[in-house]
């Protein structure tokens, strides 16, 4: 099993200049992406915005999913949670968007410990049950609690300031683009420092055989809460710009449809690649939002029958059709860079 | 007193709606340790077919049987092709397949039967009240639970005391070992795997009077059959009766006594019962 | 407020650029669920709107009427806003139309006063959503429209004690607070009012709760689907019709839901602003043109008139003002129309852009071997209470 992107420094090593080149591309390419959208989507902004939400709520998912083996359909109870948060703040208190985007996502933080801390302890499908039951349980909180999120009518009335003070949110959606497009980096940036560091390199191990993991002294436990914690903290965040961005909040946020649709995004692009969030989302919101106008009705079989087939013929996921292209490359380019 | 009954009764007959549809999933998830997120639409099946028969007048019984053949055809076919696969690939593969074979069961279904909601048609004496002495009740509901009981009475019979449910109880246990002393395995997945379908089949035909069929059955009530399964304990029969009847008279219980908050209260009575036995009420032997 | 017009300007500049080969066309973005548990809203508004295209032409004074469906799933507000951006900024419609749930409607409402574009929502039933932008015209109605006049109706029959059970969300509390409102204030008592979890499969402790508080009357709000099938067929076979305590209900007993629920509807009295069996014009062509094209099972509900008469107001807004028009001309247009409906006729109120109609009280019989809704009374011209209770 190749993991060729959590080994730059190999490849590195392997191939000099061209292998660099190659990864230092890799790394880019997606950003350049973005920008040239920003520039061109025109009417479509909007699903653009989506689609980075989406991703960097894939992301907090490939953390806990991916890497920390947490098995959960219960992701979205934090992508609602700091929607609300941030929603309910900027309606009642104030409508700055920094100030929404840091409550929404420490709110979120704080629930995924509470909630960990109960129930980590457990495995396989119990935890899976686990993490739908609170799901459906803050679900039903959200449409009890009206007066504060609006219930079945959802959180309307959320109109936010400028960001930082200086950009309007546009009818165009650009502001609410670009501002998406930073918060995603900024969540990048750290993912990717938190995945490379000791700390997920244990991940993986406890992934794989916890009970090893804790006969050498790891403390699984606590890595496991706080990974879940820092995965829900993302996922807050993303709610969170879905909140400001669209200006609404609806109980779908909590809904276990939105849990199992970040999990088909994460799997179709190939988990324990950060990127695979990345391709995963793109394709799905991209996907969705084409074969629906083609068809509203059979939609659901096109992006079934993707998934199925992913699934048997593509077992990393998409992203391990990049790497596929990556190796071709380099072998055309670098020679003794390629396996 | 007689309210006491009625409660035991309602709960009892929705505990058995859920133990019909959910067995199946628990002998698929035991045995062959795959996550089905697609059982509902075997489930769905098997209703839409005795939909069509007695909407032509079919007998009521003989449609919900061609209703468990067609579902066990299809996950006959289904396991064969797509489920046998997936049985070394991990957890997280087989969600995701199963939830894109209940997409594509969704949008097949929508193609032929359109988005409105059938029914299946009951006899006559099943639709009428019954008069219980200290009531009047519905037939209908009395029939589920005898159907329900029934079939625990004939699964328990064949899974404990018959020779292939001897090879089946071995090969949930402990695989390797089953396969070793010369069991087929992949024969005994593939006929479990048709007969826990038939059974959601079953379920689905003969719950359709409690949860309505339509083409987005299967992920509708998806949580309700999982949590049957899982608070039971995979692979465990007599588990998955035991916590369809658990839950089954807790929710009615706190739909009669604290009636806004009723899915809070069988979802946190959910998440306690799995907090005391996180393998379920009856865990199974090896858990490894 | 500068910004405001400023960009409003841009956009105005923006929508300036040559829009594409059909100056004349003019485009309509229905918006509404396709897929998921709530297909069917978005099949009824579509057959109807190809019913009436078929009946009317393409075309509404020389210019081409193109609809353009939009998938939103269910309730996901920022998906529709999604898709009501993309439709007004890239397809360029006119009109929005559709909109099954309060919360895709809701979603919209600053993107429509922003970018001018008349918006017809084709169900969401919500009292207050007209109000949050003036570019919404409803022709379907609001369930406070509905339910206000059933409770007098129902004070004035003679039950006394009336037990309500709706689904807890927006709509059932609308519902259940007019007409708890207006049954007391004509003199009725309230025995019990509860709320069940939309989430909820089997509804019988609720309806056994009912049958045990013996009350003269229930009255219920369900969203036609598993939850109205459920509590009627407890209604029935629970004995509480049998023992004479009838159902009052609102939109559960549609025609197009009836066969799903089975004789156990038989008797329930529903208060509804449309009559599957009137016999009108548009009716009768509403109906033949549907079964004509979509088979002889094809049953119009209330979804399908709202879509019909939608756009019929579209129509006769854009033959009467051409297809570049201003967006308030267009409202304007609408404001105090009368409309020759298959429910009868319907006027959009003036100053709230709501729809005013009769509603009327029918019930479930078995007509020539089918099951259908009798009208036995109706209220004429009713206004939405809501909004007159809660002046702005």
């Keep these: 099993m190749t993991d060729r992107a959590a080994a730059p420094g190999l490849a590195a090593v392997r191939a000099p200049a061209a292998g660099r080149w190659l990864a230092w591309a890799g790394h880019v390419t997606p950003w350049v992406i973005a920008i040239i959208v920003f520039f061109t989507a025109g009417g479509y902004l909007s699903l653009g915005t989506n689609a980075l939400i989406m991703i960097l709520f894939a992301m907090s998912l490939d953390l806990a999913l991916g890497y920390a083996g947490i098995v959960t359909l219960g992701q979205a109870a934090f992508f609602g949670i700091g929607a609300y948060a941030a929603g309910i703040l900027a309606v009642n208190v104030t409508a700055d968007p920094t100030a929404g985007l840091v409550f929404g996502t420490v709110v979120a933080a704080l629930f995924g410990l509470f909630t960990g801390a109960l129930i980590l302890h457990t495995r396989g499908v119990t935890l899976l049950m686990m993490t739908l039951a609170i799901l459906t349980l803050l679900f039903e909180v959200a449409n009890q609690a009206g007066s504060l999120t609006g219930g079945d009518d959802g959180l309307h009335g959320i109109r936010m300031d400028r960001v930082l003070g200086l950009f309007r949110f546009d009818l165009w959606g650009k502001t609410a683009y670009l501002y998406t497009l ?22 993986d191990g406890i992934r794989q055989n916890p009970k090893r993991m ?93 998934l199925i087939a992913v699934v048997l013929f593509l077992e990393s996921g998409l992203m391990s059709l990049v790497d596929a292209a990556r190796q071709r490359i380099e072998r055309a380019l670098g020679g003794p860079g390629a396996r | 007193m007689s309210f006491g009954l009625t409660i035991l009764l309602d709960g009892l007959a929705f505990g058995m709606i859920l133990f019909l ?82 997409f594509v069961a969704i949008a097949a279904l929508t193609l032929v039967f359109g988005t409105n909601y059938k029914t299946v048609a009951l006899p006559d004496y099943l639709e009428s009240p ?66 826990g379908s038939a059974l959601a089949g079953l379920g689905g035909a003969i719950g359709a009077g409690m949860l309505p069929l339509e083409a987005f059955y299967p992920l509708r009530y998806l949580v309700l059959f999982l949590v049957v399964v899982i608070v039971g304990g995979e692979g465990s029969f007599k588990g998955s ?37 996180p393998h379920g009420l009856v865990p199974p032997k090896a858990v490894a | 407020m500068m910004k405001r017009i400023v960009s409003a300007l841009a956009f105005a500049a923006m929508l300036a650029l040559p829009a594409g080969a059909m100056a004349d066309s003019v ?32 075309s509404a004074g020389g210019n081409e009427i193109e609809v353009i469906y939009r998938d939103a799933g269910g309730p996901d507000p920022a998906k529709s806003k999604q898709l009501a951006e993309e439709l007004i900024l890239r397809d360029k419609v006119k009109f929005l139309a559709g909109f099954a749930f309060t919360p895709n409607a809701m979603a919209v409402a600053d993107l429509i006063t922003e970018a001018n574009v008349p918006t017809v929502i084709m169900n969401a039933a919500t009292a207050v959503i007209v109000r949050k932008s003036p570019m919404y015209v409803r022709d379907s109605m609001t369930l406070p429209q509905q339910t206000g006049p059933l409770g007098k109706w129902v004070a004035e029959h003679g039950y006394k004690k009336v037990y309500t059970l709706v689904s807890d969300y927006g709509p059932g509390h609308d519902a259940e607070e007019q007409f708890v409102k207006t049954y007391t204030a004509n003199g009725g008592t309230i025995v019990d009012s509860v709320r069940a979890p939309l989430s909820t499969t089997d509804y019988a402790p609720y309806v056994e709760n009912m049958l045990q508080a013996k009350p003269d009357a229930i009255f219920i709000f369900m969203p036609a689907g598993p939850p109205s099938i459920a509590v009627m067929q407890e209604w029935d076979k629970r004995g509480l019709k049998a023992a004479g305590i009838p159902l009052f209900g609102t939109g559960e007993t549609q025609e197009v839901f009836l066969p799903a629920i089975g004789e156990a509807a ?127």
């Design chain 2, 130 to 195: 019954v008069d219980l002495g200290f009531r009047v009740y519905p037939a209908y509901r009395l029939f589920l639970i005898a159907v329900g009981l029934a079939l625990a009475a004939v699964l328990w019979v064949v899974i404990d005391g018959s020779l292939f449910g001897a090879r089946l109880r071995a090969a949930v246990d402990n695989r390797k070992m089953a396969i070793s002393v010369g069991i087929d395995v992949n024969w005994l997945f593939t006929i479990t795997f048709v007969g």
């Design chain 2, 241 to 277: 009766f035991l916590a369809a009847l658990a839950l089954g008279i807790i929710d009615t219980l706190g739909k009669y006594f604290l009636p806004e908050f009723a899915a809070f209260v069988l979802y946190s009575v959910v998440i306690l019962l799995l907090l005391w036995r």
């Design chain 2, 21 to 102: 549809i959910s067995v199946g999933l628990t002998i698929t998830m035991g045995l062959m340790r795959v996550v089905n997120l697609a059982h509902g639409a075997f489930a769905m099946v098997g209703g839409y077919v005795a939909a069509v028969l007695t909407a032509d007048g079919v007998n009521y019984f003989l449609a919900v049987l061609a209703g468990m053949i067609a579902a066990g055809i299809a996950g006959g076919v289904c396991e064969v092709t797509l489920y046998r696969p997936l049985y070394r690939k991990g957890e997280l593969a087989q969600v995701l397949l199963t939830i894109g074979l209940a």
């Design chain 1, 214 to 306: 804790r006969a050498i002294g790891t403390p699984v436990w606590w890595r496991l809460l706080a990974v879940y914690s820092l995965s829900a903290a993302m996922a807050g965040t993303a709610g969170a710009l879905s909140a400001q961005t669209t200006q609404f909040v609806g109980l779908n946020t909590l809904g276990v449809f939105l849990s199992g649709i970040v999990a088909v995004m994460l799997v179709l692009g190939g988990t324990r690649r950060i990127y695979g969030a990345f391709v995963g989302a793109v394709i799905y919101v991209v996907v969705q939002d084409y074969a629906s106008k083609i068809n509203p009705y059979y939609w659901m079989f096109i992006v079934g029958a993707m």
């Design chain 1, 182 to 203: 930073v918060v995603l980096f900024g969540w990048f940036l750290v993912a990717w420092r938190v995945v490379r560091s000791p700390f997920g390199r244990s991940l």
């Design chain 3, 27 to 58: 485009k309509v973005g229905l918006i509404a669920p396709f897929s998921g548990g709530f297909a069917i809203w978005g099949q009824q508004f579509q057959q109807s709107i190809e019913a009436f295209q078929k009946v009317n032409g393409t």
């Design chain 3, 266 to 392: 038989l008797g329930a009295i529903t208060a509804q602003h449309y009559d599957v069996q009137a016999d009108n014009e548009q009716n009768n062509l509403l109906k033949k043109t549907l079964t004509d094209m979509f088979g002889k099972d094809t049953v119009p509900d209330i979804a399908s008139v709202a879509a019909w008469d939608g756009m019929r107001l579209i129509y006769d807004a854009v033959a009467k003002l051409g297809p570049d028009a201003d967006g308030k001309a267009y409202i304007d247009f609408m404001k105090g129309r009368t409309v020759d409906s298959p429910r009868g006729k319907f006027m959009i109120d003036p100053e709230t852009r709501d729809v005013v109609q009769d509603i009327y009280i029918r019930k479930v019989v078995m007509k020539d071997g089918k099951m259908v809704n009798e009208t036995f009374d109706t209220i004429p011209m009713v206004k939405d209470p809501w909004k007159a209770e809660h002046p702005e």
